[in-house]
């Protein structure tokens, strides 16, 4: 299977600090996309990343690519209880049409 | 603001009957999928279509069918609703070149009874 996986499965923090969360991959790809998913509703697209990226910010994201490793992390800085969501990975095999998603990393944030 | 919809957030359906879950988006994009959510096992392709009458199966096809009559509309069909297809479903689109994210529904949550 192409599926990300990501790490950790949940991850708890207080509001102001950093949150870091991993994807792990198996196949070559020609991006990365990061996706967050508030309880019981459809996924929003945060940020997609190239293969030829590094690094890339929106707002308070940080997503890093590392196609040698085969891994990315999306860091959230400065928390708020609003960021309380799952987070998911999804990469697009090279040629594929459709993106593959990984398990997500369920994010809590405490005021 | 740009959108794709779903029909219903929430269905409740018996064994054996053939159940519709709806998609629409304003986009104009070329391509749209259904996904279902289960815990542990994050999305799941069932069926995809790249073009209107056109569809290809995603890694989990069976017991489902799909419809795509007009560009905008994309139409999940459960055959005969069988309890372990009690999920949510997440219906998105995309445009075809790449680069670009999915926009998603905001699901249906199927039970099936």
């Known amino acids: 299977s192409q599926q990300g996986e990501e790490d950790p499965q949940a991850l708890s923090i207080q509001e102001g600090e950093n949150a870091t969360m991993n994807c792990s991959y198996k196949?070559?790809?020609?991006?990365l996309q990061w996706y967050r998913q508030n309880s019981g509703r459809g996924l929003v697209h945060l940020i997609l990343?190239?293969?030829?990226?590094r690094e890339k910010h929106s707002g308070r994201l940080r997503v890093t690519l590392d196609t040698s490793k085969k891994s990315s992390s999306l860091l959230i800085t400065a928390s708020r209880a609003a960021d309380t969501a799952s987070y998911f990975c999804a990469t697009d095999g090279t040629g594929a049409n459709n993106l593959f998603f990984g398990t997500g990393t369920r994010l809590t944030v405490i005021p | 603001d740009v959108k794709v919809t779903q029909s219903s957030r929430y269905l409740v359906k018996r064994t054996g009957e053939k159940v519709f879950l709806e998609c629409v988006q304003d986009?104009?994009?070329?391509?749209m999928f259904w996904y279902r959510q289960d815990p542990g096992l994050g999305l799941r392709l069932i069926y995809f279509s790249y073009d209107v009458k056109m569809k290809e199966k995603g890694d989990i096809p069976e017991g489902y069918s799909v419809s795509r009559e007009k560009k905008e509309r994309f139409s999940l069909i459960l055959e005969s609703a069988s309890t372990n297809q009690t999920s949510m479903y997440l219906c998105?689109?995309?445009?075809?070149?790449?680069?670009?994210?999915?926009?998603f529904g905001s699901g249906t949550r199927l039970t099936v009874v």
């Open positions: 998105a689109s995309s445009l075809t070149q790449g680069g670009y994210g999915y926009t």
């Open positions: 986009m104009d994009h070329e391509n």
């Open positions: 990343i190239r293969s030829n990226e």
């Open positions: 196949t070559s790809i020609n991006n």
